[in-house]
C-alpha cells in the first residue's frame, strides 16, 4: 500500500509520450518510532526523480495531517495520530496542485476536511520547492526521447494538418458522442460499444480521403474529444454520463451469507463494480507476527485481522503476468 501512495503521487507527472519502463525503490533504513517513513517516502521519490535525468516534474512534497484536539496538525506524531479524528496523507507541487490524497476520517465536518487539504498543500508546497531548488543546483539534465504518444510519433503530419484533422474528428463526432453520452439507458460496456462504433466509423471515413492518415493519431484525438465532453457536461452542464447529477450515487445491493461453511461471506455490488468478500476465523494464537518495524511504526505487535486483496487482470478484461501494483 505504501508503493502505490507512492506511485499515485509521481505518476501523473511523467512526461506525455514517456514509456519507458523505469523502477523506483525506496529503501527504509531507518524509523524513529515517532515520524511516518511512508509519508517521507512519497517526499524521497519526488526527490530521487528531479535529481535524475527522467524527463518528470515539476517536484512534489508530501505530508501527513491529523486533526487532534479541534486543530489540524501537520506531521503528527504516533501518539497524536492514534487519538487523532483525522488521518490525511497529502502530495503536492510548488504551485499547489494535489497529485494524491489518501485518508480517512471520523465524524469530521466537511470545512474541517477541506481546510486540512488547504494546510497541508501550503506545506506541501514548501517542500516541492526545496527539492526543486536541490534539483537546479545538483541535479543531471532530462534526457531527450521521442514521445511515443499518437500526436507526437506521427512525426510527418505537420501542425497544420494536425489541426485540420482535429477539426474533422469534432465535426464528425462531437454530436454523436454528445447523444452517447446523454442516453442514460446505455451502461457501461453499452456505453463504449456505441463509442468505439462512432470511432471507428469515423476513422473509416477520413481514410477514405486520406489514405495515409495514422489511424493512432485519429485515436489520440477521438479520446480527447470525448474527455472535453465528458469534462463540459459535468461542470457545464451538471450531468454525468449516467444521468446521475453531482450528488448522486449508483444504487449499492448488498448480499449476505452467500456460502454457509463460511464463517461469513458477502457480495457487494454498485454500477458494474463487484467485489466478493469471505471472511474465515481463527484461534488468537494465528494473529500474524508483525516485523520490528511496522511494530514500532504502528505501535501493534500482533494482527488478529488480516485482509487478502486480490484484484486479477481478469477482473478488467485484461491479460496480466501475474501480480501488479493494484494486486496484493
Known amino acids: 500500500l505504501v508503493g502505490r501512495m507512492v506511485d499515485r503521487s509521481i505518476r501523473p507527472l511523467f512526461k506525455q509520450g514517456y514509456n519507458i519502463e523505469t523502477g523506483l525503490n525506496c529503501n527504509l533504513l ?6 511516518n517513513p511512508e509519508v517521507a517516502s512519497i517526499c524521497a521519490a519526488s526527490a530521487a526523480l528531479t535529481l535524475s535525468d527522467v524527463p518528470w516534474g515539476p517536484a512534489i512534497g508530501a505530508v501527513q495531517l491529523g486533526h487532534v484536539d479541534g486543530a489540524i496538525v501537520v506531521n503528527p506524531s504516533r501518539k497524536l495520530l492514534a487519538r487523532s479524528k483525522l488521518n490525511l496523507v497529502v502530495a503536492g507541487t510548488s504551485s499547489g496542485l494535489a497529485t494524491m490524497l489518501e485518508g480517512d476520517a471520523r465524524c469530521l465536518d466537511h470545512k474541517t476536511f477541506l481546510d486540512a487539504i488547504k494546510i ?8 516541492a520547492t526545496s527539492i526543486e531548488q536541490l534539483g537546479q543546483q545538483m541535479g ?9 504518444s499518437p500526436s507526437n510519433r506521427v512525426a510527418s503530419t505537420s501542425t497544420t494538418d494536425q489541426t485540420a484533422l482535429k477539426s474533422m474528428v469534432e465535426s464528425s463526432c462531437s454530436a454523436k458522442v454528445t447523444c452517447v453520452f446523454l442516453d442514460h439507458s446505455l451502461d457501461k460496456q453499452a456505453r463504449d460499444k456505441a463509442m468505439f462504433q462512432v470511432r471507428d466509423t469515423m476513422i473509416t471515413q477520413i481514410r477514405e ?12 484525438l477521438f479520446s480527447n474529444l470525448t474527455k472535453n465532453i465528458v469534462r463540459n ?3 457545464k452542464e451538471n450531468i454525468r454520463v449516467d444521468g446521475r447529477g453531482s450528488t448522486d450515487i449508483r444504487p449499492i445491493s ?8 463460511l ?7 454498485r454500477g458494474q463494480t463487484q467485489v466478493l468478500c469471505t471472511v474465515a476465523l481463527d484461534s488468537l494464537h494465528s494473529a500474524m507476527k508483525l516485523d520490528p518495524i ?3 511504526t504502528g505501535g501493534v505487535k500482533e494482527k488478529n485481522f488480516m485482509l487478502h486483496y486480490e484484484f486479477p487482470g481478469y477482473a478488467t478484461g485484461e491479460l496480466g503476468k501475474g501480480g501488479s501494483r493494484r494486486e496484493l
Not at 497541508?120 to 514548501?126: F, M, S, T, V
Not at 448488498?254 to 461453511?261: I, T
Not at 464463517?263 to 455490488?269: E, K, N
Open 120 to 127: 497541508g498543500l501550503e506545506q506541501c508546497a514548501k517542500i
Open 294 to 296: 511496522t511494530a514500532l
Open 30 to 35: 531507518s524509523v524513529d518510532g515517532v515520524h
Open 140 to 148: 543531471k539534465p532530462k534526457r531527450e526521447f521521442l514521445p511515443q
Open 233 to 235: 457536461l459535468i461542470f
Open 254 to 261: 448488498c448480499a449476505v451469507n452467500l456460502h454457509e461453511p
Open 263 to 269: 464463517h461469513g461471506s458477502a457480495l457487494f455490488q
Open 209 to 220: 480521403l486520406y489514405p495515409d492518415v495514422d489511424v493512432l493519431l485519429l485515436n489520440d
